[in-house]
């Protein structure tokens, strides 16, 4: 597990997170080395663009996102093969193909700790995510916390639809976050080429006004701008990229619509 991990898990050893993480990564937390031994929240690394990355902010986010991940996955009761392969590329493209493995073993070790806990209190499972997601926002900015949300909404979307129970998981997970509920219907529109979608995506209704239009595009252009997640590594930057272009579609069809320019 060192391989992924990095060997520094920063803010998430304590608290909820801390405590999925000693059972999804035994070895690690378990093998021999005291939990102070991996804190290091303030490792760097000189990327190949040059950028300073936070070694322990970095591992902190990939794992929060895959212990919240393994909620929305599991939300309808099925683990889908699309949504497990979007996760694989995910950290293919983040730490090489050895760790798809590792990463796919403490996915199904978090299934594992749900059936568990379920089992003894049903519920327990939910309020530990919760948990995890006020974890999470008391320890990211805003604009990370949103690309977060952005991967759980695209694994989510993974096998071309997303059923109202998962939509209610990703909710529940975007408000422990301290996001709203409007922003999990922007990202699960991102992409779609329907004018409604474009609506969601701006989180404004076909109502608005144009002054009002753009004025939400520019409040999303500030709150998603790549450069707000440049300290968490190239390929989360490049996610960020890929979501900004398609926010600035959503906004040029608007505009074509209402013959704005």
């Excluded at 999804?24 to 000189?46: H, I, R, V």
């Excluded at 753009?214 to 701008?225: G, I, S, T």
Aim: charged share 25%.
């Amino acid at each position: 597990m060192n391989k992924w991990i990095g060997g520094v898990l920063g803010w998430i050893v304590g608290g909820p997170l801390g405590a999925l993480a000693g059972f999804a990564l035994g070895a690690l937390m378990d093998g021999g080395q005291k939990e102070d031994d991996y804190q290091g929240g303030d490792a760097q690394t000189d990327y190949s663009g040059g950028a300073r990355v936070n070694e322990g902010q970095r591992n902190s986010f990939l794992f929060s996102m895959l212990a919240l991940a393994s909620y929305v996955i599991s939300a309808d009761g099925r683990i889908m093969h699309s949504e497990m392969e979007y996760v694989r590329r995910f950290l293919r493209a983040n730490f090489g193909e050895g760790a798809v493995a590792q990463g796919e073993q403490v996915l199904l070790r978090l299934f594992d700790e749900r059936k568990r806990m379920e089992a003894v209190r049903p519920g327990s499972f939910r309020n530990t995510i919760w948990q995890c997601g006020a974890q999470v926002a008391a320890n990211m900015g805003r604009e990370e916390r949103l690309q977060l949300l952005s991967f759980l909404c695209g694994i989510a979307k993974a096998d071309g639809t997303v059923a109202p129970v998962e939509v209610d998981a990703l909710k529940e997970v975007a408000r422990a976050m301290g996001l709203t509920e409007r922003e999990v219907e922007s990202m699960l529109n991102l992409g779609a080429s329907s004018l409604d979608a474009a609506y969601k995506v701006l989180e404004v209704s076909p109502g608005a006004t144009d002054d009002e239009v753009k004025r939400a595009y520019r409040n999303l252009a500030l709150k998603h701008h790549p450069d707000r997640v440049a300290g968490l590594g190239e390929d989360v930057q490049h996610a960020a990229e890929e979501k900004f272009k398609q926010i600035n579609e959503a906004y040029d069809r608007v505009c074509k619509a209402r013959g704005m320019r």
